[in-house]
């Protein structure tokens, strides 16, 4: 559980730190655009080399990163196995008993598998390198539009933001919970499925028990502080767009046209 990253914030200064909270959203979205129209794994070539630059420039260590992929790890492996085994295709690379191998289930295994490495491993840097005062104002500034319909941006924002927030948190209290109840002699790895659900319960009571006081406390500070949403609110720091938020959507346009243009040779007769 301590290997979860979402959520977490890394303070230093870089480029991509300084770049504009509404441009990294807006970047984020094309990023995962552009990772559901890679059509094969050529076009993942373009979208690794992204990354990795994003990486260098934003001075995140690539090992939290990587460390992000651990709890994912059991999905990715029943992703790339499901697809594996139970893939259509002509030709059978390898057979044994009921498994069979096929070109196209191969092909799509490590398809979905690279879509959900870079899915989660883009986004993550977008919490990585913005903080979470930031990151409300920029999702509260660009759905700020939509107040004109009656949609509550601010208080929107600050739900996600807050959710956001709170993830390693809880994730920090469900391991210490986890801990302590082991200590008290709780098994949590054997059994069944249904045993090892039935053993979570210990584990679940407390969680949201501290979970909803925490909420109870938030509210409280919150309020104690005059807090009455965003209706007439300043902002210390305002965001404004630089010419390095103009290069950083001129690049997301650049792998975006790589993108189409592998996915299209690769289709030329």
Do not use: W
Not at 76 to 94: C, D, M, Q
Not at 126 to 139: A, C, R
Not at 155 to 173: D, G, H, K, N, Q
Not at 209 to 228: N, Q, T, W
């Amino acid at each position: 559980m301590r290997d979860f990253t979402l959520g977490q914030y890394y303070p230093v200064d870089s480029v991509v730190h300084r770049l504009d909270a509404r441009s990294k959203i807006l970047l984020t979205i094309a990023y995962i655009v552009a990772v559901f129209m890679a059509g094969n794994l050529i076009a993942y070539i373009p979208i690794l080399a992204f990354v990795l630059l994003a990486a260098r420039l934003s001075k995140v260590p690539g090992k939290m990163l990587i460390k992000g992929l651990r709890p994912l790890r059991i999905l990715l492996i029943f992703t790339f196995v499901l697809n594996l085994f139970f893939g259509a295709g002509e030709h059978i690379l390898f057979e044994l008993g009921p498994l069979t191998i096929r070109d196209e289930g191969l092909s799509n295994a490590i398809h979905f598998t690279l879509r959900l490495i870079f899915l989660v491993s883009g986004t993550s840097l977008l919490t990585l390198t913005t903080s979470p005062v930031v990151l409300t104002d920029g999702i509260e500034m660009l759905c700020s539009p939509l107040r004109r319909i009656g949609f509550p941006a601010h208080e929107m924002a600050m739900m996600m933001t807050i959710a956001l927030r709170f993830i390693p948190t809880l994730v920090e209290e469900a391991d210490k919970i986890m801990k302590a109840q082991s200590a008290r002699g709780a098994d949590f790895s054997s059994g069944n499925l249904k045993q090892r659900a039935t053993a979570m319960i210990p584990l679940l009571v407390p969680l949201f028990i501290s979970a909803f006081r925490r909420a109870g406390d938030l509210a409280m500070a919150m309020e104690s502080r005059c807090y009455h949403g965003g209706e007439g609110r300043t902002r210390l720091h305002v965001l404004r767009f630089q010419k390095i938020d103009f290069y950083a959507f001129v690049s997301v346009t650049l792998l975006i046209a790589a993108v189409v243009l592998s996915k299209n040779l690769i289709n030329l007769p």
